[in-house]
């Protein structure tokens, strides 16, 4: 089984918490993604990304400066989204982490497809991002099935916890031998199923804490989380579809 999920916008660097052990296995990539971006103007680089002028000047800099080889950050560290928050990998225990080690796997649109350990530099570059390189119109273009390819030659299974701006860079790709699972998270307003982005986040980080803890290699073990007040609903959950709805009372609106 390999978990992927998405990356998150704001990034660190962390020297001191984890040992590098790898580079990205999409490191040749990357590079050449790195040399597009460093060929656009500063306000060109603004448009693509859509963000404030801090932000951007803040990325312009890091990309002046980017070394993909030395002063490397654990990709598991490096992201400080609200997912890596709930994950917390850095108080994970040495056999939770040699479970996300081997079955964790992050997307990305800068490095493709990351290892937790794989070690990351700073960037700013989102998968749906509109950047064409080499005579393809987007990311999705440029990475193709390379990123399925990879998931394919490791295991049979993929649980998906990616959001779909990431997760379609995988799942069209994927041979029809490899079962592509996706988690949902929901609760009911107004008598309809809807699907929270903040609560979403949380709760993917707090499942692969989950899995991680208790080293679940079985899908149909996922029934069994109820971590944020969540619980596995049978009646809409379908073969590749796990889904979990947020109880009345661990709702954060009520």
């Not at 998150?8 to 590079?31: W, Y």
């Not at 749906?128 to 987007?138: I, M, T």
């Not at 699907?195 to 991680?212: I, Y």
Request: overall charge neutral.
């Amino acid at each position: 089984m390999r978990i992927i999920i998405s990356p998150a916008k704001k990034m660190n660097v962390d020297l001191d918490s984890f040992a590098v052990e790898s580079l990205p296995r999409f490191i040749g990539e990357a590079e050449r993604l790195k040399a597009v971006l460093q060929g656009m103007s500063p306000k060109e680089l603004q448009t693509l990304w859509r963000c404030s002028d801090a932000i951007a000047g803040l990325n312009v800099e890091r990309l002046r400066e980017m070394d993909l080889r030395r002063r490397l950050t654990p990709a598991v560290m490096a992201y400080e989204g609200i997912q890596y928050q709930y994950m917390a990998p850095g108080v994970l225990e040495t056999g939770h982490l040699d479970y996300i080690r081997e079955h964790l796997r992050i997307l990305s649109g800068f490095y493709g497809l990351l290892c937790p350990f794989d070690g990351v530099a700073p960037y700013r570059l989102e998968m749906q991002a509109r950047l064409s390189v080499d005579g393809g119109r987007d990311l999705y273009a440029f990475w193709g099935g390379k990123l399925a390819d990879q998931l394919a030659a490791e295991t049979g299974l993929v649980l998906n916890l990616a959001s779909r701006e990431y997760s379609r860079a995988v799942e069209p790709y994927l041979p029809s031998s490899v079962r592509f699972l996706t988690c949902t998270f929901g609760e009911w307003k107004d008598g309809k199923l809807v699907e929270k982005g903040t609560m979403c986040k949380m709760a993917r980080g707090q499942m692969v804490r989950w899995l991680a803890e208790n080293h679940i290699t079985d899908p149909e073990k996922l029934r069994d989380f109820t971590d944020l007040d969540y619980r596995f609903s049978p009646d809409l959950s379908r073969e590749n579809n796990v889904v979990f709805i947020k109880s009345a009372r661990g709702r954060g609106d009520e």
